[in-house]
């Protein structure tokens, strides 16, 4: 499709340049005699194809910024899934040292050193099965543990509130995952380069009657009001990043009618709301790919 629009901006301005000589050569012939409708009907036939050429390649920017977004959606989710791998098989070899922890405790007969490990361990796996419990969703579950467990190696306190049942949610796991992720990794990111003395991300899902609610919280500095109408362009990056992620978060809410609400504060944190209907009109590509820009900015504090 984008080569298709390329191909015709260069026919428009291979026959705009091919009538400009025409012209020209009509005009030097007849220097000094009148102006006739021949050469103003050449005239507009050359703004009219040059109007075409210039929304040809418009529309080829446009099928290129969509092929980037979509590359790097595909290039985060396959991150996530190595992370949730990473941390899978970072479990699996954790829990064999335990073992093996316990299997000396025991051959020293310290019956006592024993149970007291054996406790604290089990604390750690009940935090990972209340999280799973409150969840309801495989994928969704690992990817708040994914984050759980980095959060937890950069000494940031992580928290999941849900009170929905994600059994009978209409949207998709990998389109979920990639909503909440990208809020919740740029969150981690703004900490990690900015540190407090205790810095927190809180996550809150619940439903009402009619949409359910995302709310995603973190301790960190503010975004700069001058910069917050911007967060959601492609391209645009505090960071020496693609500056994809935002853009992405808005394009998969466009798709299913979603919202999105922020609120910056020096005193209060960040805080992304996002708003999903529950039974939204079904919403082509085409129609909200040139809509991406547009934001719903509030406080919602």
């Known amino acids: 499709m984008k080569h298709s629009y390329l191909l015709q901006a260069f026919l428009y301005a291979l026959l705009a340049i091919f009538l400009l000589l025409i012209l020209e050569l009509y005009l030097f ?69 335990q073992l093996q922890v316990i299997q000396m405790l025991a051959q020293m007969n310290k019956s006592q050193e024993v149970a007291d490990y054996i406790q604290g361990y089990n604390t750690s796996i009940d935090q990972s099965d209340a999280m799973y419990m409150q969840i309801k969703n495989p994928a969704i579950a690992a990817m708040f543990l994914v984050f759980y467990t980095q959060t937890k190696e950069k000494g940031i306190t992580f928290s999941v509130d849900c009170d929905v049942d994600f ?7 990998v389109a979920i995952t990639r909503i909440l992720g990208n809020i919740i990794r740029n969150a981690i990111e703004i900490l990690e380069i900015h540190p407090n003395v205790k810095r927190s991300i809180q996550v809150t899902i619940w439903e009402a009657a009619n949409c359910y609610h995302f709310v995603i919280w973190n301790n960190g500095p503010s975004i700069p009001q001058d910069i917050l109408p911007n967060i959601f362009t492609p391209g645009f990056s505090t960071k020496n990043s693609s500056g994809l992620g935002l853009s992405i978060v808005k394009q998969l809410l466009n798709e299913i009618a979603g ?15 996002i708003v999903i209907p529950k039974n939204p009109p079904f919403i082509s590509l085409s129609k909200h790919a040139d809509n991406s820009q547009k934001v719903s900015l509030q406080n919602i504090g």
Do not use: C
Request: net charge negative.
């Open 29 to 97: 012939d007849m220097l000094h005699k009148t102006v006739t409708f021949f050469v103003a009907g050449i005239t507009m036939a050359i703004l009219i194809l040059w109007i075409l050429n210039l929304r040809s390649f418009y529309k080829f920017t446009i099928e290129m910024n969509k092929e980037s977004i979509i590359r790097e959606t595909d290039r985060l989710q396959l991150e996530e899934s190595q992370k949730l791998i990473q941390t899978l098989s970072s479990q699996r070899h954790d829990f064999k040292n």
């Open 259 to 273: 919202q999105i609400f922020v609120h910056s504060d020096p005193n209060d944190g960040t805080e992304f709301k």
């Open 167 to 173: 059994r009978e949610f209409h949207l998709s796991p």
